[in-house]
Each structure stands twice: as C-alpha cells, then as structure tokens.
C-alpha cells in the first residue's frame, strides 16, 4: 500500500520561510503529479500548488510569488518551499499525489495525513 507522509511543518513569523517535504513510500509503479492543499479551521481544502511528472507547475493566485513547488523523483519526495509567511498561511497542509500503484493499471488519488504550519502576526 502506497503512503504520503509530510514534514517540515512547525512555527514561522510574519516573513519567514518553511520547507515542508512530502515522501511517497511503498509498492509504487510511477507517480505522476503531485500537489500541496491546505485547509485552515473551518474552511474547505484548497488547492495550493502542483507540480507534474514533467516538472512543470501552478500554484494558487494567494501564494504566487511566495511558495515554490519542486520534487525530487529519485526519492519520491515533493516539496513546497514557503517564503514571505503570511498569518493567512496557517493551515494544517496537505500532500497529494496521483500514483499507479505496483499490481495496478489505474492511477489513484493517495493523500497524506498533513502537516500543521502556524504562522505569528
């Protein structure tokens, strides 16, 4: 069974940077795009950026300019490079990646289990 585990999340100022990390791990035959979500106290997830199997990406309008998708294929990781932290930034993050799991011919939605980012005024 395929799983998605972040890191990274934690503590930051009004200006500051995190990088929260995303390693994909089990019986994985190839994973195609990946992507952060967030979801702060009472309102719905949202998409935040993506990356494709090709490396080509998008990020939200609200964190274009600030937040940097990347992964690294060999390990299996993406990651989300977060400068200029806004309060409007705290949320619990989300990793997501559409992965063809080993025994499968169809992709698969797979999601981690998050990762809490605060951000202080």
């Known amino acids: 069974q395929v799983q998605l585990v972040e890191s990274g999340g934690g503590l930051g100022q009004t200006g500051g940077s995190l990088r929260l990390s995303c390693a994909a791990s089990g019986s994985i035959s190839s994973i195609n795009a990946m992507a952060w979500h967030r979801q702060a106290p009472g309102k719905q997830r949202e998409w935040v950026a993506q990356?494709?199997?090709?490396?080509?990406?998008s990020v939200a309008e609200s964190v274009k300019g600030r937040f940097t998708i990347s992964r690294d294929n060999a390990k299996n990781t993406v990651y989300l490079q977060m400068n200029s932290l806004k309060p409007e930034d705290t949320a619990g993050y989300y990793c997501?990646?559409?992965?063809?799991?080993?025994?499968?011919?169809?992709?698969?939605?797979?999601w981690g289990q998050g990762t809490q980012v605060t951000v202080s005024s």
């Open positions: 990356i494709n199997n090709d490396d080509s990406t």
């Open positions: 997501y990646a559409r992965i063809r799991p080993s025994g499968f011919d169809s992709l698969r939605d797979f």
